[in-house]
């Protein structure tokens, strides 16, 4: 059958108008297949990176089997090397040196793997109608009342007196216990249902629940506390007081897994922003010799503002790269103005259900693919990196040259909130800076739900933008 002539009209329309469609439209047979094996090695990621430590050891497991080694000051740096640096365990920066000099700017894709969570308080364990848990302090923007009676685990480090360290890590392997916050049963619960979502759970009682059975033959005071600490002390050789200099986080005790009865979808902990910075990490690994170098920063802290020394403000992505100009004899300041980042993070995806705190045509759309995000900010653009047209439009040219699915998003309506990443910490170093990353349902929720279509693209933006500037 003959295809039917265009209209002047319809060719006008498809000249002059922004054509929307969803990826699926789109999509290449081969792209689909990449996609799929793709957002299969990211699901693995997800699950053994529940936390920013664990997000930084396997990055680097990755690395190293792509033929990257730690970066020293005063190394050579030539085209083709490729270094890693760790920050305090907690962040992670690489670069693949490319054929120009660095004082002709480097290609940056920047994400944060900390994500929101339950830290416990320095002295945690307690026991009360002989049921022994622990206090926790929230980490990040969450909703309280999404995170009791989902099962936790347990992650992290404790550095005993003495210096050394043990890990830490209870409910992801296979036979683990997992860990709860407890609710009170509809029942007993009318006072506390007249309450405003935001305070009928209070922060103060998200105490995870660990223990019920007294320690044997002892009649003291608090005889399950006793009894958890003797477990602790007999499998790790720890004390109470060792509490005191660890970092444990609860986080949700959920698998990354397939979504929808067409598996279009995944679902996991932790996406913003481990989707964004496994897509920042992956491109980078699978570049050859770029012509610009290539650098991932992945920070932590971003959750709480990127404050502290493994932060976006902190000054170890500075000494990164200031050590690898001091390689080609490069100021720093000349290398950083003709620089480019990519802040890779994610965006609020549309949610038909609560339509009310969108802007319907701006917002981003799941299947859509990669969402830039001009500006963050809140009420006034406050807090926000706003790019400028020259840099929208470098990352419109350089990814519809390479065959990227993107969308343009905003994070909301004008007054219904906003949102920070760690572009405005690039923007301040004088580099230009856009956001960009995958759009999230239910963001900052145990469960977060996100689209294969739009983690694949966001992962070949990111490719395209190393490769291009």
Known sequence: MEEKEKSPAQLRREALCLDKK????????????????????????????????????????????????????????????????????????????????????????????DSPRLDLKPEPLYEDAELAFLKTHYYGGIRK?????????????????????????????????????????????????????????????????????????????????????????????????????AELEAVPAFRASDVGFD??????????????????????????????????????????????????????????MSDLCDGQRVAL?????????LSADVCAAFDPAFADVYDKRNAARVNYGMGFCKYTGARGKSGASDASAEVVGFVRRTLDQAGVIWQMSELGAVDAGGGGTVAVYMAERDIDTLDAGVPVLSMHAPFETTGKLDCYMTYKGMKAVYQAH
């Open 333 to 341: 300041k000349a290398c950083y103005e003709h620089s480019f980042c």
């Open 263 to 320: 598996r279009t979808l995944i679902g996991a902990y932790g996406q913003d922003d481990r989707v964004c910075a496994f897509a920042a990490l992956a491109a980078l690994l699978d570049l050859d010799k770029p012509v610009h170098t290539a650098v991932c920063m992945l920070a932590d802290k971003e959750e709480i503002g990127s404050e502290g020394v493994s932060g976006m403000k902190g000054a170890a992505f500075d000494t990164f």
């Open 145 to 245: 009342y999404q995170w009791v009676t989902i099962p936790l685990e347990l992650h992290g480090v404790i550095v005993k007196k003495d210096g050394s360290t043990v890990k830490v890590a209870i409910g992801a392997a296979p036979g683990d216990p997992v860990f709860t916050v407890d609710d009170l049963l509809p029942h007993l619960g009318a006072k506390q249902g007249q309450e405003p979502l935001n305070t009928a759970i209070k922060g103060e009682n998200l105490n995870i629940l660990v223990g019920s059975r007294p320690f044997k033959d002892d009649e003291g005071a608090d005889r399950v506390k006793l009894a958890i600490l003797d477990l602790l002390n007999q499998k790790y050789g720890l004390v109470e007081a060792d509490f005191i200099s």
């Open 22 to 113: 969803n990826g699926y439209d789109r999509l290449t047979a081969e792209d689909e297949q990449d996609m799929t094996a793709y957002c299969e090695d990211y699901k693995r990621f997800l699950d053994a990176a529940k936390t920013e430590r664990e997000a930084v050891d396997e990055a680097v497991r990755l690395a190293k089997s792509k033929g990257f080694v730690p970066f020293i000051r005063g190394m050579s740096v030539n085209p083709g090397d490729k270094y890693y640096r760790v920050n305090r365990g907690k962040a992670l920066m690489l670069a693949i040196i490319g054929e120009k000099s660095l004082a002709d700017g480097v290609s940056i894709g920047a994400a944060h793997i």
